[in-house]
């Protein structure tokens, strides 16, 4: 005798999306917001399948030289010498030089 199964999805969806939720809500708590400027210093994290143990994971610093925001989702342009090269914010830590 065939039986029909008819899912309720927005059941299924509604714990996963509160799960979801959740998770962004932890991330987003360790978060510091930083507004890019033309002219800022920043640094350029490397790729960590690249690094050793031991090694430094950012290089830099360089100087913004544009800033994209809507709709490019928070691209920045720095100038590396003799190129310039576009990065997305969550890959650039602001640059804060040591005060002595």
């Known amino acids: 005798m065939p039986t029909t199964y008819l899912a309720d999805e927005v059941a299924i969806q509604h714990p996963k999306q509160e799960i979801i939720n959740a998770a962004n809500k932890q991330v ?21 399948d690249k690094l050793g143990k031991l090694r430094c994971s950012t290089h830099g610093p360089f100087i913004i030289v544009k800033v994209k925001d809507l709709p490019f989702n928070g691209i920045v342009v720095i100038d590396k010498g003799s190129f310039k090269e576009k990065l997305n914010i969550r890959r650039i830590p602001p640059f804060f030089p040591h005060s002595t």
Request: aromatic share 4%; charged share 30%.
């Open 28 to 48: 987003n708590k360790q978060h510091i917001p930083h507004k890019y400027h033309v002219g800022d210093k920043i640094l350029m994290r490397k790729q960590i």
